[in-house]
């Protein structure tokens, strides 16, 4: 006995439609009017998504990726029946519990409890059911005294704990979750993933939206790549992961200018000494931004001292776009002392066979005292540079480990 699909889209496209130079003020009406040079106005038709057809199995956890534009929320609207097609045939069965941007679904003059009874009752809980989950709903969205101030107060981390805990609470046979797990901070972050691995374990469908390339390769089983609202494809997710970064990295590996330092940039430090720029080599000390797995990198720290510094630490953190910490080398740490630093120079860290695999990474750098760690200066997350496929068949987790396989057969 087949399986029925719990989610069918048949041909879907969702079109918008808008006019472009329309009047905003009853003056402009009156001049587009009477003007002899009118003309006339121009109507365009914005396909969202096109074509789109696929099914998903109940207990199935599909990733969708692509571009920003690419129609990825376009078509979780139309899975939680939010949007209605313009043409194909959309077949869902089961409660659909969604979590998208952020305050969807709030009443900003309403408080969390309140909005906790509002939302769950629009997902179809009873009072009475409502009633028996309350105190679950609050315990997980941690909000405490919170719960009880109007959302139009709340941060956008408060909003996300309040939708994401409502939305699983709900018992939902589809649950829904667009990019918004970015927001709020990782412990929170990692709760949710946790919630949402039990959920799969339990058999609900889940459908998500996310940039995050190693949060989708650990969650999800197929995946579908939208691009300009087409699917590019659809199949086992390793499989489209490889395509679509593939696509998505394949023109980043040119050389770039030097990564200056923006004034936008978190800075912290007395200022005694200053990174100025920051530049990622290849092994002939070409600059480039995008490297391989297994490539060697050199990463240069330029500086300029203000006044006389003795043999201070340079360190680095890098992290993985999701936030893991990767590894934070410094020169003391390596046995390099640079002794008294008077003026400009620069520094360099050779990593000789990069074991990282796919993904963005972002690049802290700072100067410190090496006994004290009095901070001169800090530029947080100021810097970033790319891997990207092709050194290594590996795609799954953060590094590939130098090793070999044995088999023996006795």
């Given at each position: ?72 929320s376009t078509l979780l609207k139309l899975i939680a029946r939010i949007l209605r097609p313009n043409s194909g045939r959309i077949m869902i069965d089961g409660r659909t519990s969604a ?266 750098a700072g100067i410190h005292d090496g006994v004290t760690n009095f901070q001169y200066d800090n530029l947080d997350r100021a810097f970033s540079f790319r891997i990207i496929p092709g ?20």
């Amino acid at each position: 006995m087949s399986i029925e699909p719990i989610i069918r889209f048949e041909s879907v496209g969702k079109r918008f439609f808008f006019t472009s130079e329309t009047p905003q003020s009853v003056l402009e009406m009156i001049i587009t009017f009477f003007s002899r040079r009118r003309r006339a106005q121009r109507s365009q038709d914005l396909w969202a998504v096109r074509d789109v057809s696929f099914e998903v199995l109940p207990g199935e956890v599909i990733g969708i990726v692509g571009r920003n534009g690419s129609g990825k929320s376009t078509l979780l609207k139309l899975i939680a029946r939010i949007l209605r097609p313009n043409s194909g045939r959309i077949m869902i069965d089961g409660r659909t519990s969604a979590l998208l941007e952020l305050g969807a679904g709030f009443h900003t003059d309403l408080t969390g409890r309140e909005n906790i009874f509002l939302n769950a009752s629009v997902l179809g809980l009873s009072k009475e059911e409502i009633q028996e989950r309350y105190q679950d709903i609050v315990e997980f969205s941690e909000l405490g005294d919170f719960i009880n101030m109007p959302v139009k107060h709340y941060s956008s981390g408060m909003f996300m704990r309040l939708g994401f805990s409502v939305a699983i609470h709900v018992d939902p046979d589809i649950l829904i979750v667009d990019e918004i797990l970015a927001v709020g901070d990782q412990q929170f972050q990692a709760k949710c993933i946790d919630r949402i691995l039990d959920m799969m374990k339990k058999g609900t469908t889940i459908i998500i939206v996310s940039h995050n390339l190693s949060l989708i390769r650990k969650l999800c089983t197929r995946l579908i790549w939208l691009d300009k609202g087409i699917p590019r494809a659809i199949g086992p997710t390793m499989e489209v992961a490889r395509q679509y970064m593939a696509y998505s990295f394949g023109t980043a590996n040119k050389s770039l200018t030097d990564q200056a330092v923006s004034q936008h940039v978190k800075r912290t430090g007395s200022g005694d000494a200053e990174i100025t720029a920051v530049r990622f080599l290849n092994q002939h000390e070409e600059e480039q931004t995008a490297f391989k797995t297994g490539d060697s990198m050199i990463i240069e720290v330029i500086y300029q001292t203000h006044k006389p510094i003795d043999d201070p630490e340079f360190g680095l953190s890098i992290f993985r776009d999701d936030g893991v910490h990767v590894a934070s080398p410094s020169n003391l740490i390596s046995g390099l002392h640079t002794g008294l630093l008077d003026g400009a120079g620069k520094i360099r860290y050779h990593i000789e066979r990069l074991p990282l695999l796919p993904a963005d990474y972002q690049l802290t750098a700072g100067i410190h005292d090496g006994v004290t760690n009095f901070q001169y200066d800090n530029l947080d997350r100021a810097f970033s540079f790319r891997i990207i496929p092709g050194g290594t068949e590996e795609l799954y987790g953060l590094v590939e480990l130098p090793s070999r396989w044995e088999w023996d057969p006795a």
